[in-house]
């Protein structure tokens, strides 16, 4: 078997979709994007696609990975790694169509029979999360993730604070004890002012704490877990194992968040849950994105022992004039029953892609970037 085409196709409402054809018919798909920089992938996936796999055997993925990824002397990055992550997961649909299994057999088989999702509520700038709470966990989910707060100053007022705090005390009352709340500060927040809202928002329970600061400030994370009970995340922005190699040996964090489209695709997430797993850290891949993405995701999840719980973009503020199933076949395969999803048993990635569909959309403008949000005074915030 052999690689002979591949297509890549920007589509609403900001996602990359890739695919990849053998000489015997097999295709696969994966979804190589960098939210707010897919013609930067798009230029990577195409270097990466003509240098290397183009007339190579599908099926040998650990190979094709380590060429891309060390054939390179510059290595690593959100793009690179996106662009590989990408074609991985087409790899890994083709080799499980090609012996009829789903991925996660491939991977070693189950260690759960289903996946425990969570919705987002609230937006960009959290409002109005009562009220979504409420509507979120009467349509059956049990756990939800809202942002913390909007633009924070480097020092801000108590009134921010205040304002997180009534937030999330709106949601808790709204839903009660047995719901999860996953509270998002983005990055958006320095370590002076995380320390003031981690130690706030104790006494409502949040299931965790993500992204307290930025991924170049985690030196800070030891100080921040003295200040709180309340398990902390992030991972997001970091793209391979030896990025998460410093942060695991510093102890503090209790759940990462690698996300199958930026770190490296199935091959490298799942040595990274591996490397969790022996350090008592639990994984809960990142996913804001398309179906492939997310299909991708749940390969890992399933053969995964210390997979908590899995992000998904359905009715995400993100998805403006789209949504996660638009472009399967069949959508029925990520409803969501009490808050969780099934395994797929379909071979490869277990969807899929509605081509037809993919090929309309590509033909419109996409060209989505994320906001720029500035301070009053003019200077640039943390979105």
Same mark, same amino acid.
């Given at each position: 078997?052999?690689?002979?085409?591949?297509?890549?196709?920007?589509?609403?409402?900001?996602?990359?979709?890739?695919?990849?054809?053998?000489?015997?018919?097999?295709?696969?798909?994966?979804?190589?994007?960098?939210?707010?920089?897919?013609? *930067?992938?798009?230029?990577?996936?195409?270097?990466?696609?003509?240098?290397?796999?183009?007339?190579?055997?599908?099926?040998?993925?650990?190979?094709?990975?380590?060429?891309?990824?060390?054939?390179?002397?510059?290595?690593?990055?959100?793009?690179?790694?996106?662009?590989?992550?990408?074609?991985?997961?087409?790899?890994?649909?083709?080799?499980?169509?090609?012996?009829?299994?789903?991925?996660?057999?491939?991977?070693?088989?189950?260690?759960?029979?289903?996946?425990?999702?969570?919705?987002?509520?609230?937006?960009?700038?959290?409002?109005?999360?009562?009220?979504?709470?409420?509507?979120?966990?009467?349509?059956?989910?049990?756990?939800?993730?809202?942002?913390?707060?909007?633009?924070?100053?480097?020092?801000?007022?108590?009134?921010?604070?205040?304002?997180?705090?009534?937030?999330?005390?709106?949601?808790?009352?709204?839903?009660?004890?047995?719901?999860?709340?996953?509270?998002?500060?983005?990055?958006?927040?320095?370590?002076?002012?995380?320390?003031?809202?981690?130690?706030?928002?104790?006494?409502?329970?949040?299931?965790?704490?993500?992204?307290?600061?930025?991924?170049?400030?985690?030196?800070?994370?030891?100080?921040?877990?003295?200040?709180?009970?309340?398990?902390?995340?992030?991972?997001?922005?970091?793209?391979?194992?030896?990025?998460?190699?410093?942060?695991?040996?510093?102890?503090?964090?209790?759940?990462?968040?690698?996300?199958?489209?930026?770190?490296?695709?199935?091959?490298?997430?799942?040595?990274?849950?591996?490397?969790?797993?022996?350090?008592?850290?639990?994984?809960?891949?990142?996913?804001?994105?398309?179906?492939?993405?997310?299909?991708?995701?749940?390969?890992?999840?399933?053969?995964?022992?210390?997979?908590?719980?899995?992000?998904?973009?359905?009715?995400?503020?993100?998805?403006?004039? *789209?949504?996660?199933?638009?472009?399967?076949?069949?959508?029925?395969?990520?409803?969501?029953?009490?808050?969780?999803?099934?395994?797929?048993?379909?071979?490869?990635?277990?969807?899929?892609?509605?081509?037809?569909?993919?090929?309309?959309?590509?033909?419109?403008?996409?060209?989505?970037?994320?906001?720029?949000?500035?301070?009053?005074?003019?200077?640039?915030?943390?979105?």
């Amino acid at each position: 078997m052999e690689i002979v085409e591949y297509e890549l196709f920007e589509v609403p409402p900001r996602w990359l979709f890739l695919k990849i054809s053998t000489d015997t018919g097999l295709v696969g798909w994966g979804e190589p994007i960098v939210e707010g920089r897919a013609k *930067s992938v798009r230029s990577a996936v195409e270097e990466l696609m003509d240098t290397y796999l183009l007339g190579a055997d599908p099926r040998h993925i650990e190979k094709h990975w380590q060429t891309m990824y060390r054939g390179g002397f510059y290595r690593g990055g959100p793009v690179l790694m996106s662009a590989i992550a990408g074609i991985d997961q087409a790899l890994w649909d083709i080799k499980g169509k090609q012996y009829g299994a789903p991925v996660y057999e491939l991977l070693g088989g189950r260690a759960r029979d289903r996946v425990r999702v969570y919705q987002w509520i609230g937006g960009d700038e959290p409002s109005e999360v009562g009220r979504a709470a409420r509507e979120k966990v009467d349509a059956g989910f049990t756990a939800l993730k809202m942002n913390g707060t909007a633009t924070v100053r480097h020092i801000d007022t108590p009134a921010v604070v205040d304002d997180a705090v009534q937030r999330l005390a709106e949601v808790r009352d709204a839903v009660g004890e047995s719901v999860d709340i996953a509270v998002d500060f983005h990055g958006r927040v320095s370590k002076s002012m995380a320390k003031r809202l981690v130690e706030a928002l104790d006494p409502y329970d949040p299931m965790f704490i993500e992204e307290p600061v930025l991924p170049e400030h985690e030196e800070a994370l030891p100080a921040l877990a003295a200040c709180t009970t309340t398990p902390i995340a992030t991972g997001e922005r970091m793209f391979s194992r030896w990025d998460f190699k410093d942060l695991l040996e510093q102890g503090v964090v209790d759940l990462i968040q690698p996300d199958l489209s930026h770190a490296g695709g199935i091959t490298e997430v799942h040595k990274i849950a591996a490397m969790a797993e022996a350090y008592d850290v639990a994984i809960a891949p990142h996913c804001p994105l398309g179906p492939i993405a997310l299909a991708s995701c749940v390969q890992v999840d399933a053969t995964s022992p210390n997979a908590l719980i899995q992000e998904q973009s359905l009715d995400i503020h993100y998805n403006e004039g *789209s949504d996660e199933t638009e472009y399967l076949t069949d959508p029925t395969l990520f409803e969501y029953e009490a808050g969780y999803i099934d395994l797929p048993t379909e071979p490869g990635l277990g969807i899929r892609i509605d081509e037809e569909t993919v090929r309309e959309r590509a033909q419109e403008a996409v060209d989505w970037h994320n906001p720029v949000w500035e301070h009053p005074d003019g200077s640039i915030a943390e979105w």
